[in-house]
């Protein structure tokens, strides 16, 4: 299998000889026993015996290493392994780490989990300070010192006399520290030593030299690791800059907003509401054969401006903007200003054409067609999508296909491109989206690729292993208490929070959920405090803020009269954008809300209110959100000791001032919804 990280930009001028198919980021797992030493040679041939440490499930570690874990720029990784031996000897253990081009590596300590009741599990973290691929492994040894000292200690604990032995026994190992260690403690060292050794010294004496602290101190910067174990492979770390874990996003078409130069003149006010990215659905040509009507009629009228993601016309393809939005000029001009106002542009890629996109005249052999002749369009059975084609990622002709797509996004990072939100990623091959994740970071490490993965979880986790930044999630369809705190567990606590970063979109132009049909405003803003405070990433579609809740159809989640299919006149004007601009800025000021492990659900003793903390940074906020749209619940929330709050403690509500006297156990909460759907407490120090 060949590997195609940090190929030329001259070389990806070729494509790939062959599919990459799933491969190893890492360096080859010969096998997943990710115990496995490198020192385990039969004895017949090794000079000492085989190493007697184990090194057991190294953690983060995907798919015995095939992915790498991710992080952000400036996170403190954990990583932990099962270290053991036979008998009762004590180990230590350090976790080596390098960066992106470091030749050298560092080295952090490693200690015993205290959250491990078997007590075999050992932790070690350090700081990712660049973007780039990151290697870490596992080194342990037998402690010869601490276990001299451990047994010396329990045997005068026990009353035991004559200890000339054992004191002989850590002469000795006091002396190879010594030879060990540089001029700073050899000194240090050989002077306790020969203490150790002075038959003129009383025992109380050369006993009270052996268990000095800053002898066992000087023994542990210079430990016996001749023959430690280690992991056989290293493992990785993908570690992206700070927007792939945390921002807010507001997404709008802008057609519907006077063009790109219209959208610039909104800029200062998202700016101003907190927003960090700015998402533009397709903003390229569309195509005029099959071009759909308003609600997706299959007729379009003189006057239908027909769907964004039909993409291509005579004026162009992937490549183009479409006339009556501006000129490629005008959206360089956008990306600038968006720049100056402390935000980003997320581009939408979606891998499809309209019949009239140039690639199905200049490469037919790309497209899906029939044994009559006939193109296909893109179906999902009972939709019918007849102004779109989908490529062809079987064709003969794959590697010109997988290169021209390459192009595309080439082409909009050197316009200033550095998100993109993809279409249904999941509906292209798995292998092509690594390929092309890696040529472009490769490039610009700076890129981000959002998945709008609404599928299986199988698919959605592998999209987030093999290099997407960040995930669309099926938030939007959990509602009820149970739900939410089920579903954000296991993206924050079953081991996905080291690939899948979440982004909770409250809604899109394809998905209006029941719960905002029938909610009213209330649902609105309970759905917006859920996710600017459950995921560090979180994003609304324009019209959200109007609370925009009538659906085409019974039992359909699609809009009646979609902006998909017809221009809107837009305004940032809607009644929710209060909220989200108080909401945005107590993420900023907030690490906690710039976390997704850090959450932990509270005891309520009603299912129609939710409530979780998060701690970062010596802060805890506690969130309590009415989920009922229509009715005032109250109930009581319980706040556990493992918080690590005091008896009693004042909290101030970040959304209105208010403050409230809360203890450890039980707290009386009443949210009416019309009044207020949720508490954003932040718990105050204690004065």
């Known amino acids: 299998m060949r590997h195609y990280v940090g190929r030329t930009r001259a070389q990806a001028q070729q494509p790939p000889g062959e599919a990459p198919a799933t491969k190893p980021l890492t360096g080859p797992l010969k096998t997943c026993r990710k115990e496995k030493q490198s020192n385990l040679v039969p004895p017949s041939s090794a000079a000492n015996p085989p190493a007697r440490v184990q090194i057991e499930d190294p953690q983060p570690l995907l798919d015995c290493g095939r992915y790498p874990a991710k992080a952000c720029v400036g996170d403190r990784v954990e990583v932990s392994a099962l270290i053991f031996r036979d008998g009762h000897d004590l180990l230590s253990a350090v976790a ?27 932790v070690g973290s350090f700081e990712v300070s660049a973007q780039g691929r990151w290697e870490w492994a596992v080194d342990a040894w037998t402690d010869a010192e601490a276990t001299w000292r451990d047994e010396l200690e329990r045997k005068i604990a026990a009353g035991q006399r004559d200890l000339a032995g054992e004191l002989s ?120 054969t099959h071009r759909k009507g308003r609600n997706n009629a299959l007729v379009a009228g003189p006057q239908d401006p027909g769907s964004p993601w039909a993409i291509g016309s005579k004026e162009g393809g992937h490549t183009a903007v479409h006339p ?74 794959w590697r010109g296909l997988w290169q021209a797509l390459l192009g595309v996004v080439d082409f909009w990072v050197d316009h200033g491109v550095r998100i993109f939100r993809v279409d249904n990623p999941h509906t292209k091959p798995f292998a092509f989206w690594q390929w092309l994740i890696e040529e472009v970071r490769a490039r610009e490490p700076d890129v981000l690729f959002l998945a709008e993965a609404f599928t299986r979880s199988a698919p959605l986790r592998t999209l987030a292993k093999l290099g997407f930044s960040q995930s669309y999630t099926y938030f939007t369809w ?11 567990t296991e993206l924050a606590a079953s081991g996905m929070a080291h690939y899948c970063r979440p982004n909770f979109f409250v809604n899109t132009p394809d998905i209006l959920t029941d719960y905002l049909q029938t909610g009213g405003p209330p649902a609105f803003a309970a759905r917006l405090v859920l ?57 900023r000021e907030h690490p906690a809300l710039q976390r997704l492990e850090n959450v932990r659900f509270l005891p309520v003793e009603n299912d129609a209110l939710l409530a979780y903390a998060k701690t970062a940074e010596r802060e805890t906020l506690i969130v309590v959100v ?62």
């Open 96 to 122: 080596r780490y390098r960066g992106p081009g470091q030749k050298s590596w560092s080295e952090t300590a490693m200690r015993r989990s205290d959250a491990d009741e078997g007590g075999d599990r050992w």
């Open 169 to 288: 026994e850590g002469a000795v190992l006091i002396r190879a520290a010594a030879a060990r260690a540089g001029d700073e403690d050899r000194e240090l060292l050989e002077a306790a030593a020969a203490v150790l050794e002075d038959p003129a010294r009383t025992e109380l004496e050369r006993r009270d030299r052996a268990l000095d602290p800053a002898l066992l101190a000087a023994c542990e910067r210079h430990p016996a690791r001749a023959r430690a174990a280690r992991m056989e492979s290293t493992a990785a770390i993908d570690v992206e800059r700070e927007r792939a874990r945390f921002g807010s996003w507001y997404e709008l078409f802008p057609r519907s907003w006077g063009g790109l130069s219209g959208v610039a003149e909104q800029l200062p006010r998202l700016a101003e509401l907190g927003f960090d990215v700015v998402y533009l659905p397709p903003i390229h040509p569309i195509g005029h």
């Open 324 to 397: 009556d939005l501006g000129t490629i000029e005008d959206f360089d001009e956008l990306v600038a200003a968006a720049r100056r106002h402390g935000l980003e542009l997320a581009l939408d890629f979606a891998i499809q054409c309209s019949a009239d996109h140039p690639w199905l005249a200049e490469h037919p052999e790309w497209f899906h067609h029939r044994p009559d002749g006939t193109l296909k369009y893109a179906e999902n059975p009972p939709k019918r999508y007849e102004d779109i084609h989908s490529v062809n990622f079987d064709c003969e002709d």
């Open 478 to 488: 959990k509602n009820s208490r149970r739900e939410l705190e089920q579903y954000v």
């Open 531 to 587: 996710a600017a405070t459950l995921s560090p990433s979180y994003g609304m579609y324009s019209g959200f803020e109007h609370c925009e809740n009538v659906a085409a159809a019974p039992g359909s989640e699609e809009y009646l009269d979609s902006e998909k299919y017809e221009i809107k006149r837009r305004a940032l004007d809607g009644p929710l954008l209060g909220l989200a601009a108080a909401l945005n800025k107590i993420r």
């Open 626 to 687: 009415n989920l009922d749209p229509h009715r005032a619940q109250e109930g009581i929330v319980i706040v556990p000791s493992r918080l690590g709050l005091p008896p009693a403690f004042d909290v101030v509500d970040l959304l209105g001032a208010e403050r409230f006297s809360w203890r450890l156990g039980r707290n009386f909460v009443r949210l009416e919804p019309n009044l207020r759907a949720a508490h954003v407490l932040a718990v105050e120090p204690p004065r």
